[in-house]
């Protein structure tokens, strides 16, 4: 178990442009949200123009939106000069509904990084650590950065194997959590944790901790949901999110679902903004579609298995994903395999500092993962030696999106 307050030691940023980025009177606190995309492009080798190449980075889905998706948008934008709040409430409903949750207990927010971040803002502090698995997702860190509380990384149990939450060390790691953060399936492993092992965190943890289930992932897999924790009114908040299975991370939509007295804590920090209407109505023709996800699911999970098996096949180890990515051993630093694979504009995702062999690889569509093995392939044919990634441009350099680089 790794105890850091520094979520630099976390990112594989340097710390240099850490507080580069974060320079200025009100460093942290304006600092932005950090987010996939975000983290994805400070990891890029160079700037990668993303009309450019291949990018199977950023966990980003490239079916986009759905056919009843776009036409909605269309559909919504003469209204566009009107505010609509209703449509949030109706969409919230909608959602509800179908999960069988009381609509008091759903908040739509533009993606599931708000949220999340304002999760751990208001449950930890200086004595409330978050507690999170490793490698996981490190937007929850630089939020506990700004919140001044610790973050207590607790390696994934069975890296080699099932490379699930270990949830009976988490649970160990602290007496006093505010946050224990559960990413299921996880960012970047695409392994699932037993539900078992979840159920246990929700009736062991502290009264007054906050266990943050974050299911961006989770419409891929087969995995038992954990909504019915809220109808139960256990201290759990779940995050789902429209970016991945639903292709829509561009036009930003998710929810935070919660017992009402645990969402009141986090919903001030967002204010009375409204979302967008083209978000909106998107996400409400998602949801009424009934073959979106299933259809979806299987298209990802096959070219995800074929991916996989042939990886294997070709002597390669990689985690049991369920998910849109996964992570993939390649034997030797992975900063060279990716500087390599992006000279031939074949971008692949970060690398964690715990696994610092292992590549982050997304699902892409079946032609990109076609070229993706292929390019690997010749890299994995040559030497990398020494490779490293290209400098930023002084333009980009200066770019607060690329000072993370
Ligand atoms: C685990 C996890 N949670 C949350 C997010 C945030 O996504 P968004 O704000 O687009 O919903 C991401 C993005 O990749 C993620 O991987």
Redesign the pocket.
Known sequence: MHTSEDPVGCSGLSRRTFFRYAAGASALASMPML??PRLALAARPHFADPNIGIHIDA?ENPLGPSAAARQAMVDIVPRGGRYLFTMEEELAEIFAKQEGLNPESVVPFA???EP?HYTVLAFTGKDRPLVIADPG?E?PMWAAQIAGAPVIKVPLADPKGEASHDIKAMLAASPTPGVIYI?NPN?PTGTCTPRAAIEQAVASAPKDTVILI?E?YVHLCDAPRSLDFVKEGKNVIV?R?F?KLYGM?GIRM?FAVGRPDLLAKITPFSGQNSLPITAVVAAKASLLDADLVPTRKKAIGDIRMQTLAWLKSEGYATTPSESNCFMLDVRRPGKEVQAALAAKEMFVGRIWPAWPNSLRITVGTADEMAAFRKSFTEVMSSSTAGLKPAPLPRRLADHPFTHLS
């Open positions: 987010t996939e966990n993606g599931s990084t999340l997702y937007a990413c960012n974050d961006a995050l999110t970016s991370a998710g």
